[in-house]
């Protein structure tokens, strides 16, 4: 499967961007999907998770980092095999590279032991005061 995020920019604080993740290759909603970002110097966090589709009904169960609860949303958009991350009420602490990676098991879970058998390019999304 290949990964393409896009969605990423410069935004003034209080603002809003959403991020995509859009699949080639293989079906996404077999697999959980992570969020993840890194600002410079800093170690690479993970901000948010979907699991993997239940039922037709549910597009799966979402943790989110306590940095971002509340301000942040993590959705698919199954008719694009998409995954998107809305990110609202920013703040200039949110400024980092934005990576999607797919959950390297079938039919997964949100879990802290996740590996990851492909990643997204990175978005930058840089958030003024």
């Known amino acids: 499967v290949q990964l393409q995020a896009s969605g990423g920019g410069l935004v003034q604080a209080g603002g809003s961007l959403r991020l995509s993740c859009a699949a080639s290759?293989?079906?996404?909603?077999?697999?959980?999907v992570h969020w993840f970002r890194q600002a410079p110097g800093k170690e690479r966090e993970e901000v948010a998770c979907?699991?993997?589709?239940?039922?037709?009904?549910?597009?799966?169960?979402?943790t989110y980092s306590d940095s971002v609860t509340g301000r942040f949303s993590v959705s698919r958009d199954r008719s694009k095999n998409t995954v998107l991350l809305q990110m609202n009420n920013l703040k200039p602490e949110d400024t980092a590279v934005y990576y999607c990676?797919?959950?390297?098991?079938?039919?997964?879970?949100?879990?802290?032991?996740?590996?990851?058998?492909?990643w997204g390019q990175g978005s930058q999304v840089t958030v003024s005061s």
């Open positions: 990676a797919r959950d390297a098991l079938y039919d997964s879970n949100c879990r802290r032991d996740a590996t990851y058998d492909s």
């Open positions: 290759g293989d079906d996404l909603d077999d697999y959980a």
């Open positions: 979907i699991s993997s589709v239940n039922d037709w009904t549910d597009d799966g169960s979402t």
